[in-house]
């Protein structure tokens, strides 16, 4: 098994590595593992239990500046969401990912989490769907 393909490897990107096809965005970036993920989705949906919650959720995503991508879930765990094409995330991209694709996935809730456990670009069904990737902020 490739140090790659290892749910816990902590390697970053770099264009040398075995993967094919990954997108220029993941550049010198070490995606999130799924623990990293799961905080921040526990921070997020006490947030989202209400519309203004879910409503804020989005708002911070699409922000301007350092934390764009970012939840608070996601700060507090120092993780983000990042575009395939290196734009930066949009309210509207934030609608499409979290809501709009979520909703479309939730009768698939626990194959749409779990799919980042098992794929080598650690990536939730609803990532795919719309072209994104959840990254460390942070080194450990």
């Not at 949906?45 to 919650?53: E, N, S, Y």
């Not at 879930?73 to 979520?102: N, P, S």
Request: charged share 25%; no cysteine.
């Amino acid at each position: 098994m490739s140090h790659l393909t290892h749910p816990r490897a902590r390697e970053r990107y770099s264009p040398a590595m075995t993967w094919h096809t990954l997108p220029a965005a993941l550049a010198g970036r070490e995606l999130a593992t799924p623990g990293d993920r799961l905080r921040a989705a526990a921070v997020d949906m006490a947030l989202a239990v209400t519309v203004v919650g879910l409503l804020v959720n989005v708002a911070l995503m699409g922000r301007y500046g350092a934390r764009n991508g970012m939840t608070l879930g996601k700060q507090l765990v120092g993780i983000r969401v990042i575009r395939h094409d290196r734009e930066r995330m949009t309210v509207g991209f934030a609608l499409l990912r979290d809501v709009l694709v979520r909703a479309l996935l939730l009768a698939a809730a626990p194959l749409d989490a779990g799919w980042a456990l098992r794929d080598q670009r650690r990536q939730a069904l609803h990532d795919k769907v719309v072209g994104s990737y959840v990254v460390r902020t942070t080194r450990r």
